[in-house]
């Protein structure tokens, strides 16, 4: 219930319990109809100035996270607390504290087992509560508890409407938009909160209490409006991880338009023994480059041929050896070709260079052994009789995509490890929603 | 978040780093001397 701007500063009175005798203030007198007492429990009703016993109890008086007259600043209001209610529905147990502020109105400052919510009566009809989702405020709401029956096991201090220990009602909630919606069905009244998550830190600031924890340090789960602590953190770091790998792609693309190419063909004759020729002479200058070799031939239909290169420095002799598969290969319904195939050399320090590149033939695999013979013959019998073409491609440039491999998984793991958390923070704050257990058969 | 940009620029400094220099820890295709048979049929089954 919100007061109009305006409304004068309630007075506090002092008064005393017709029942056990124990003096208590009333911090919204003008307001509060009831008062139930804090050691005893006994209804008083505050309706007219003569306080009058209700109903007489003998609770044993009960320590409050927040005591009743307490007061507190939240969001820049200072609240005074007037009413404690406990309440059950059979499974969960939670509290709800009674703010007042005579110029604000009242707020229901909600303790539950997972953390606290600061909760604002809403005086209009929200929706009906038996639809399982609706829209508010642009928020699309769902319903998270089913209505189930709550009973108020325990009333203390004052309230706007008479209200007594075993009342029971309805009560259903909804999430969206990080807030959530409860509505306590009492016959055919509606009544609705809207809940905000308060940090408990911030609670125990504005009230000067013990700081009571909240999820994850306390409770099964989180509470449906709590804030994923992840969420944030994984479209930061994936957005940040994107941009990283875009940075990395375009440096390797500027590279790759470095360097110089040369190219040669050779056609291999399976019948000579001429099977090596020169791709090229080439300088490289500066600092140390990757050399990508690319080579397209034709070993025939259901054949292959193998390319050995070696890459010699004419200055100190010393050689590279790399070799690259040309083969093809196909069926009735399926095709291997690999007819172009590319070999990058790592590092290659500056310094003039020459490239040989040998043609290996099925034939000449015949001649190594019995075995591979047969392969051969059962290959490459009818290819092996023509001639076949390679071509050789040399450029003192290239980009690894090892390099990519391993980037994306350096930048991306983590991303992926923050998500998974964000995931699981998820499913924890579900798993005590209703019907949870429903959607995991 | 800090601790991950720095991460992220660490890791893209080193990319191009071993972009610039065409280092790779791995190679692409490079292999050694005389392994020429990969055994002369497909990898179709």
């Not at chain 1, 609240?79 to 707020?107: A, M, S």
């Not at chain 1, 054949?303 to 002799?317: C, G, H, K, R, V």
């Not at chain 1, 499913?427 to 209703?434: E, H, L, P």
Request: charged share 20%; proline share 5%.
């Amino acid at each position: 219930m919100n007061a109009p701007a305006g409304t004068p500063v309630a007075a506090t009175k002092a008064l005393q319990c017709p029942s056990c005798g124990a003096p208590f203030e009333l911090h919204a007198a003008g307001y509060s109809t009831l008062h139930m007492c804090q050691f005893c429990g006994s209804e008083i009703d505050l309706t007219n100035d003569d306080t009058r016993l209700i109903k007489q109890h003998v609770d044993a008086a009960k320590a409050l996270f927040i005591p009743l007259g307490t007061k507190g600043t939240l969001n820049g209001v200072e609240w005074v607390c007037v009413g404690n209610i406990d309440k059950t529905d059979g499974w969960d147990q939670w509290e709800e504290f009674l703010l007042f502020n005579p110029y604000h109105g009242y707020r229901w400052l909600i303790w539950q087992a997972n953390g606290w919510s600061i909760g604002t009566p809403i005086l209009k009809q929200v929706a009906n509560p038996r639809e399982s989702s609706f829209r508010y405020e642009g928020a699309r709401m769902k319903r998270i508890y089913d209505p189930a029956e709550s009973k108020i096991e325990r009333a203390i201090g004052e309230f706007y409407w008479q209200v007594k220990k075993g009342d029971r009602g309805k009560s259903t909630s909804y999430v969206g938009g990080g807030k959530v919606l409860s509505c306590e069905i009492t016959g055919d009244e509606f009544n609705w909160t809207l809940e905000e998550i308060v940090n408990s830190k911030a609670i125990a600031t504005a009230f000067g209490i013990e700081d009571t924890g909240q999820y994850p340090q306390i409770g099964e789960y989180p509470q449906p409006h709590q804030p994923n602590p992840h969420g944030d953190g994984f479209k930061t770091s994936g957005l940040i991880a994107a941009i990283a790998f875009a940075c990395a792609m375009l440096v390797s693309i500027f590279l790759s338009f470095e360097g110089e190419s040369y190219s040669q063909s050779f056609t291999a004759n399976p019948t000579g023994t001429a099977r090596s020729f020169d791709v090229g002479t080439f300088t490289m200058t500066g600092r140390s480059k990757p050399v990508t070799i690319t080579a397209r031939g034709e070993p025939g239909d259901n054949n292959w041929m193998y390319l050995e290169y070696t890459l010699t420095n004419t200055a100190t002799d010393e050689e590279i050896i790399a070799s690259q598969p040309i083969e093809y290969y196909y069926g009735r319904d399926w095709k291997e070709d690999d007819r172009r195939g590319t070999v990058k050399l790592s590092s290659v320090p500056a310094g003039t260079y020459k490239l040989t590149a040998e043609v290996l033939l099925p034939e000449d695999e015949a001649r190594g052994s019995a075995g591979a013979t047969q392969r051969s013959t059962t290959w490459g019998v009818s290819g092996a009789q023509r001639a076949r073409s390679v071509t050789v491609l040399v450029t003192s440039n290239g980009t690894f995509n090892s390099h990519f491999f391993v980037l994306f998984l350096a930048l991306f793991g983590p991303v992926i490890w923050i998500g998974m958390r964000a995931a699981s923070f998820e499913t924890a704050r579900q798993s005590g929603y209703d019907g949870a257990d429903d959607d995991d058969d | 978040m800090k601790t991950f940009m720095v991460w992220c620029v660490l890791c893209v400094g080193l990319h191009s780093t071993a972009s610039w220099y065409g280092y790779s820890p791995f190679g692409d295709g490079v292999q050694a001397r005389n392994i020429y048979s990969r055994g002369g049929g497909p990898n179709h089954k």
